[in-house]
């Protein structure tokens, strides 16, 4: 069965330090999307990606970055981690064709990692 | 920019009992709507989605209806069980074929039998 997988599920770093996070689809979406979830918050877009080698800044992408080097994979990258990073991270795909301005399409969440930044 | 806000959490209902969950959002264009639930430990999954005004979406007995006038996707069902405890999040996805998702804060539901 087609699914999204991340890693690590759980990751303890420290501040200064380059983690890099993993994110991997069967689906063969063209979309690929890192959200983050902070309590009182719900989640917010970090970066987005609608095809091979396009990536684009979501509202809190200070401080990350992600590059799509082929379909499958969208690994975020946090170049000198912060405290203020401490948090769950969860990846997310979908099939839509923006060219063809579809709504309403489904993302499909991987079950997320949680980051701790000491 | 585009916003939507929950109803403050968390909710405690026993079983069997109606469910409401309010949801507002502010957006330019016509945004679709969606409902989010996460189960403990997993990650979020689709229960149900509106693409137009007056759209009702529907999934495992939770309903949700489109209304532009009140700009409003508030969540219900009838009689929740046991197994309805998560947390639900409301979202629009931008109009223009963004696929962005604008995330409410969520809400936190228990039930107790």
């Known amino acids: 069965d087609a699914e999204i997988t991340q890693s690590p599920r759980h990751k303890i770093t420290e501040t200064g330090r380059q983690v890099t996070l993993a994110c991997h689809q069967t689906?063969?979406?063209?979309?690929m999307f890192w959200y983050r979830q902070d309590l009182g918050h719900g989640l917010r877009l970090i970066h987005y990606s609608y095809g091979v080698q396009d990536t684009n800044k979501g509202e809190v992408s200070d401080g990350y970055s992600v590059s799509r080097s082929n379909t499958e994979d969208l690994p975020l990258t946090l170049e000198s981690a912060a405290s203020s990073q401490t948090s769950v991270y969860f990846c997310?795909?979908?099939?839509?064709?923006?060219?063809?301005?579809?709504?309403?399409?489904?993302?499909?969440f991987g079950p997320g990692t949680r980051l701790t930044v000491l | 920019g585009n916003s939507v806000t929950q109803m403050e959490g968390p909710v405690t209902l026993s079983e069997e009992a109606f469910l409401t969950i309010n949801c507002t959002y502010t957006?330019?264009?016509?945004?679709?709507l969606f409902w989010y639930v996460q189960y403990p430990g997993e990650g979020l999954q689709l229960l149900l989605k509106a693409t137009k005004a007056d759209d009702k979406g529907s999934n495992k007995g939770f309903e949700a209806t489109y209304r532009k006038e009140t700009t409003s996707f508030h969540l219900e069902k009838g009689s929740v069980q046991v197994s309805d405890s998560a947390v639900y999040f409301c979202?629009?996805?931008?109009?223009?074929?963004?696929?962005?998702?604008?995330f409410g804060q969520g809400t936190r539901l228990t039930i107790n039998p």
């Open positions: 689906w063969n979406h063209n979309n």
């Open positions: 957006a330019t264009g016509y945004p679709s």
């Open positions: 997310a795909s979908s099939e839509s064709n923006i060219r063809e301005w579809q709504l309403g399409d489904e993302q499909f």
């Open positions: 979202a629009l996805s931008e109009w223009g074929g963004a696929q962005k998702l604008v």
